[in-house]
């Protein structure tokens, strides 16, 4: 969507607006955003990064503070450019562990834990199998900074979890979700390898070991009785 506010400016202590056209910013000007002959918005004021947004601009009141309206100015048009990267922890609980995209997570036991908040006496926990936190695999509370499930995971599996505080010093003052961490678990091992099948020994070998053992004896019976005779 497209915001396209229009700016009415007063000068000299005239009240000025941002009209709510269409799609507009409705903004009050004051000492503190309008200036003179200029005007500015406060960061953060215009949400949308990449947008058009257009702009014009006429005098609300005269020098003697008398309603004294001039036509519109030509409107003209800007873009807000994306902001710089933001390195600064997230503003809510920090989760601790298991870290963020972790992978080959154990399934059982699957233990989490997080800092602790400002005061905090309970807590929220959200854990699903996907980052909107639709397909919940459970969600709990508990008076401590950290939750064990006691289910078991499912083997190459990502879920997503994420933490809240629900009551500090028994009221009932949430806080923001902290950030959503997610993590892999572990691909299923492989099965066992089979025994070894143990092959049957053919009938053949059997006669050839009896028919060597028979030989054998033989020829012992032979030598014996030829030393015996000479």
Known sequence: MRINPAVNYGGNGGAGVISAVTGSILLEMDDVNMTSPAAWIAPGALPEAGAIYYWRIRSARSATMQI???PWSEV??????????VNTPYYGVQLLAPNNA????????????????????????????????????????????????SGTLDYSTNYFWRVKALE???????SDWSATFSLQTEPEPAPPAPPPVEVP??????????????????????????????
């Open 201 to 230: 020994i053919p009938l053949w070998v059997w006669v050839i070991i009896a028919i060597g053992a028979i030989l054998v004896i033989a020829i012992i019976i032979f030598v014996y009785k030829y030393r015996h005779t000479y």
């Open 76 to 85: 003209r048009s800007f873009t807000v450019k994306a902001g710089f990267i």
């Open 168 to 174: 500090v010093n028994g009221l009932n003052i949430p």
């Open 102 to 149: 972790c992978t080959g997570c154990k399934i059982k036991p699957a233990s989490f834990s997080w800092s602790p908040w400002k005061e905090a006496t309970r807590y929220q926990f959200d854990l699903a199998k996907d980052a909107e936190f639709k397909t919940l695999v459970v969600t709990a509370t508990t008076t401590s900074t950290g939750y064990e499930y």
């Open 68 to 70: 004294a309206e001039s």
